[in-house]
Structures are given as C-alpha cells and as structure tokens.
C-alpha cells in the first residue's frame, strides 16, 4: 500500500472514533436531541442497505437484477458509508470469497497471525482493522471486477468517491440546519448523523470480517471458519448470519430461517413486489438441506 493510502485510511479510522468519544463525553448529562437521533437512525439505515443490498448482495454477488437507476443510486449510498469505492470493495470482498480463510484472504483471522491467545487477538485485530493499513484495495480489479469496470456510471461513481465522502458529512449537517434551524443544529447533526454514524456502521461492517469468522454458530458444510452471529444481525441489516451467506454466496436472502432476521431480503423482497428488482436469487430448502454439515 502506498503510504498516502495508509494515511486516508488512518484519518478514515480515527477521525470516527475520535468523534464518538467526543459526541459522548460533551453529551454526558446533557442529552442528546431526537433530531439528531432520527437523522443517525436514517443515515445509518440508508448507507447500510447501500453496502448490503448494493455492494454486497447487488454488485459483488448478482443476487439480483435491477434498473440502472437504482444500481447506481445503491452504489452511491454504498459510497456514502465511507468504506472504499465500489469497485475497490468489490475486489476485495470477492477476493476474500476466493480465498476464505486461507492465504490470500484480505482480512481472515486465521492467517499469518500464530497460534495461542496473542495469536486470535492479532488475528481479530487484522480482520477488524489491521487489514485496512496493509492490503485493502490490493485484489486486482482487472481480474476480480472486470464486469463492473464494463459499467461507466459505476467507474465514475467510484472515481467520485472522495467528494461522496464530503457529501456523507454535508446531508446531515444540511438536514440538521434545515431541521433545527441554526447552525449549531447543524453541526449537532454533522457530529452524530456525520461522523458518529460513519464510526457505528465501519465497526459493525468490520465485525462481520472478524467476529463472524471467530466466534457464532454453523450449520452448513463450508470450507472456511464463516459464524452466524445472530445479535449482530440487527445492527447489520442481515449481513452477521454470514455462515449461510458463506454456503449461498449468490443467495439474495442471508437469513434462511424465520427465526433469522434479515432486514435487507426483506427490502428486496418489497422491490421484487413493486417490479423494481428481478431474477433474485433464493435457495431452495432441498438444496439447504443438501448441504448441512452431517
């Protein structure tokens, strides 16, 4: 990685984190406004579903089909999330399918990292974190993208990437001026519908590379250390049950029992209804029971 790189990705890191400590000790006592909450609650959800049924589901895996229109708007509100350029977390994530635990995986925690207690907390810190200094964006886009790179909205959608982050941060504060009706609302709102919802949603994505490989239940016959970890369902819209995603990569639905809450099959389930998305992939319970582990 160049060093430039490792420098974005460190403000990339830090400025979040550093906003979220800050956002609660200034707080503390205080309160915070229902303003600025719904505007973190729909922020949050909004660039969720951009990274889960656009980058996930939609670009990189071909759950389904859809217009233009609303590939491309998934794939801006994917970018608003702050975690890399579509094309470049498309790479990287399908690389990751491709090497699943085993060298050449970006950011596994079971590789490179020894044995022992000191070598599941190196391995999780790489998988979580780690990976962004020293080999994100390092999957060859000419070998595992070439199908997007064939779409020019998406390549200028990736080449915008640096001013979408601007337009993360100035949404917010825009609707918290709008809103509130002063600048300091504004400001309220860049902090916590801004940066704070950036610092919630990077950690959240980054526990499925690392937690879901750790720790959490499996059903199903896979080659790699892929867990469903059902508390973290919620928070990811349906991204944790990442087990099942690991047997069904192509599948539109992560959740495979009723019992496993998937927000995003659900949205696309709705778009399917209204005639906006087709061709969704889904497993059927023969082909699940095929593949459970004996």
């Given amino acids: 990685m160049k060093l430039s790189h490792k420098v974005a990705n460190f403000v990339g890191v830090v400025v979040p984190f550093a906003s979220f400590v800050a956002a609660?000790?200034?707080?503390?006592?205080?309160?915070?406004?229902?303003?600025?909450?719904v505007i973190l609650g729909v922020a949050y959800v909004l660039t969720c579903l951009g990274i889960s049924i656009g980058f996930h589901r939609l670009l990189?895996?071909?759950?389904?089909?859809?217009?233009?229109?609303?590939?491309?708007?998934?794939a801006v509100l994917g970018s608003l999330a702050v975690q890399g350029p579509?094309?470049?977390?498309?790479?990287?994530?399908?690389?990751?399918?491709?090497?699943?635990?085993?060298?050449?995986?970006?950011?596994?925690?079971?590789?490179?990292?020894?044995?022992?207690?000191?070598?599941?907390?190196?391995?999780?810190?790489?998988?979580?974190?780690?990976?962004?200094?020293?080999n994100?964006?390092?999957?060859?886009?000419?070998?595992?993208?070439?199908?997007?790179?064939?779409?020019?909205?998406?390549?200028?959608?990736?080449?915008?990437?640096?001013?979408?982050?601007?337009?993360?941060?100035?949404?917010?504060?825009?609707?918290?001026?709008?809103?509130?009706?002063?600048?300091?609302?504004?400001?309220?709102?860049?902090?916590?519908g801004g940066l704070v919802r950036i610092?919630?949603?990077?950690?959240?994505?980054?526990?499925?590379?690392?937690?879901?490989?750790?720790?959490?239940r499996r059903r199903f016959d896979v080659a790699d250390e892929s867990r469903n970890v059902w508390w973290l369902a919620a928070f990811s819209l349906g991204e944790a049950w990442h087990h099942n995603h690991h047997a069904f990569p192509s599948s539109a639905f992560h959740g495979l029992k009723r019992s496993e809450i998937d927000v995003s099959a659900w949205v696309i389930r709705g778009l399917e209804r209204l005639g906006l998305v087709w061709k969704v992939v889904r497993v059927s319970p023969e082909l699940q029971a095929r593949k459970l582990a004996g």
């Avoid at 609660?24 to 909450?37: C, H, K, S």
């Avoid at 610092?199 to 690392?210: A, D, I």
């Fill in 60 to 74: 990189t895996h071909r759950s389904y089909q859809t217009y233009p229109a609303i590939r491309y708007t998934l």
């Fill in 24 to 37: 609660i000790a200034f707080f503390w006592g205080r309160g915070v406004q229902a303003r600025d909450l």
């Fill in 86 to 134: 579509a094309i470049r977390w498309v790479a990287d994530h399908r690389k990751h399918h491709n090497f699943a635990d085993k060298e050449g995986d970006p950011h596994s925690p079971h590789v490179g990292r020894g044995a022992g207690v000191v070598g599941a907390i190196g391995g999780l810190w790489h998988a979580h974190v780690g990976w962004l200094f020293e």
């Fill in 199 to 216: 610092f919630l949603l990077h950690h959240v994505t980054w526990s499925v590379n690392s937690i879901c490989h750790f720790v959490g």
């Fill in 136 to 192: 994100v964006g390092g999957a060859d886009e000419r070998r595992y993208t070439k199908d997007l790179l064939g779409d020019r909205g998406l390549v200028w959608i990736s080449r915008l990437f640096v001013p979408l982050i601007g337009l993360s941060l100035a949404l917010p504060f825009a609707a918290g001026w709008i809103w509130g009706g002063t600048l300091g609302a504004g400001l309220e709102a860049l902090l916590w």
